[in-house]
């Protein structure tokens, strides 16, 4: 059975066909094609300035597509505000640390709540992932390390249940540890809440851990793919060709 056969069984989450984008005349991906299953994390590889964050922009509604289309769950949205794909169920989790520095971080968590009274159940949601984070509720996150502030931005696109998470090299600047932590919260998160993840990163370990797919990103074009094989040895055949 091939590989797109086996796929076939779980609805498509994220679909995008022929996708082009950049900034004013600079096309800077072009002619991406990829497709996510609910449940599904897809990551894509790449070194800096390769598309990565641009790609993701795109998706989230930041970056207007300059050809091809964007299909969430069955439906288009290429052009569609952020703010409204965030209502359908998309979390963006963008590489700088996007939180509000002055606020606390239970204030911060409310923020991605459309109603303050889904703040208990989220918050016990994000508590059977990040314990941490309810312990340090009324903490300026502006004080939080590095590593705790993206566990916040985590905390808070979980909070809104998202159907599709958008995460942009989260593993920069962190400790090994904490890369492992968030791993595990990844992996966790597609297998239990069945939400979809398209993880964009530099770090293979990572994405070899926990992705079922992984795309490699070359200026701007998706020059691979491979599904990852249990018991393989992915790391080491995609460490090789990042090196190329
Ligand atoms: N706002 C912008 N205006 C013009 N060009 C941009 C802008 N942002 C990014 N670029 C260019 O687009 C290309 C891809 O950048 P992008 O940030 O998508 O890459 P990346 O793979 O995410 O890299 P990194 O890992 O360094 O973040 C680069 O050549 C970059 O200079």
Redesign the pocket.
Known sequence: MSENTKKSDKATVLECRQLSS???D?T??DNINIQITEGQVFGIL??????????L?TIMGFLKPINGEIYYADQPIGGLEPQVLARRGIAYIP?EAAIFQDLTVEENLRLGLPSDRLLPSGMEKVAAYFPIIPQRRKQFAGTLSGGEQKMLLMARALMSDPKLMLV??ISEGLQPTMVENITQVLGQVAAKENTSVLL?E?NVRLVTRVAHSVAL?EI?RIVQEMQLDDGADNELALTEMMRV
């Open positions: 950049g900034y004013d600079a800077v991906i790449g070194k800096n300035g390769m598309g990565k964050s641009t790609l922009k590489q942009d090299e964009v530099q990103l701007g």
